[in-house]
């Protein structure tokens, strides 16, 4: 069901719908079909799609040389509230046209700071009971919520590891009002992306201590959710730079070497986002695995980089060959643990009709609805699980299966090695690999 506010905001188009490969209608689906059921679950649960406020209704296509050129028509009052209000229109009748179930915001998405914390509290419970209604009226639920602590100049040295208490205890406050407003709307899980949480210079910076501040901040909110009955997950967004030099949460595995390091690896989970992987040299399927391996695979924030450069261009997934690969992975875990498919991407500064910001959407659906069904055939149909496993068969039986179990000593592989083995040649095989994953695209 569409819900709009008082006026409609996206005019001349209406719900977007599956209508499959054959039709050529740009405003619907080609391979996105919600109740279409891919091992043994629909599309809809696979993914749990999901609208990034900041980038759909906020970010009107400003960049480090010139202001936004997109006119949102939702941002005209002058009134701070009615703005918000009328932004959450805009956003519930994007979110129930496209059919999507799920919206994850930043506190400052849904209505612009106050001048003091106090007043923004109260801004923030406003616009909290008028969202609430929304959800209500449409279905639509909340992925996750997360605190804006890096855009504000106050955390230009940090936030939780900003050199002055009184910066950590204020981030500390707008994470508690952040919490609460994701606790009041359902939100499912709750994320910390570190933006600012890092270094520019380590002449100036004592590393150890301000780590040792980030673990204790997420403490106390685990403590605080958990106080209020918030059951769902916190996730860790890892990037290893940009806006700082060199952000703490550099990649998954050094995120997950600080969680287990401060004993926060029962509530935490990791939010997976692609071009971060890229920014850290690593392709998106390698931090999908480094989680997934640590049964740590929470969430994914989906979008794309620039192979010609490198900072976050945060474009849509277009890439069916590489989306496919992360579908193995992800598959092949058995799903995210509590999160969804959140698209943290934006259109580009040049498209400037309202509704370019379907095209996107409807092509990153598209993209990952293609790639979910390629990778099933994959995974059920081709010999690419079976090579797999072959690869590894030395270590199913007799001596290899001993020493994953911990039962040979380095002096019995030793003697092994030196009596009864001669190691071929075994190719890896990589090229027919790739041409699996081709044949079945
Ligand atoms: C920044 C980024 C953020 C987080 C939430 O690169 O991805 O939008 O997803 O703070
Ligand atoms: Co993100």
Redesign the pocket.
Known sequence: MIVTGDKEFYKGVGAITFEGKASDNPLAFKFYNPDQMVMGKSMRDHFKFAIAY?HSFCGQGGDPFGPGTQQFPWDTSNDPMQRAKDKADAAFEFLTKMGFDYFCF?DTDLVDEAETLAKNEVRLQQISEYIAQKKQASGVKLLWG?A?CFSNPIYMNGAATNPDFNVVARAGAQIKMALDVTMQLGGENY?F?G?REGYMSLLNTNMGKELDHMAQMLTMSIDYARKQGFKGSFFI?P?PMEPMKHQYDFDAATAIGFLREHNLDKDFKLNI?VN?ATLAQHTFEHELTVAANAGMLGSV?ANRGDNQNGW?TDQFPVNLYEVTEAMLVILKAGGLQGGGINF?AKIRRNSTDLEDIFHAHIGGADTFARALIVAEKILTESPYSEMRRARYASFDSEQGKAFEAGKLSLEEITAIALNDRDPKRISGKQELYENIINQYL
């Open positions: 900041w930043h997360t804006n994320v992306w933006g967004e990037k986002e971060h924030d976050d943290d």
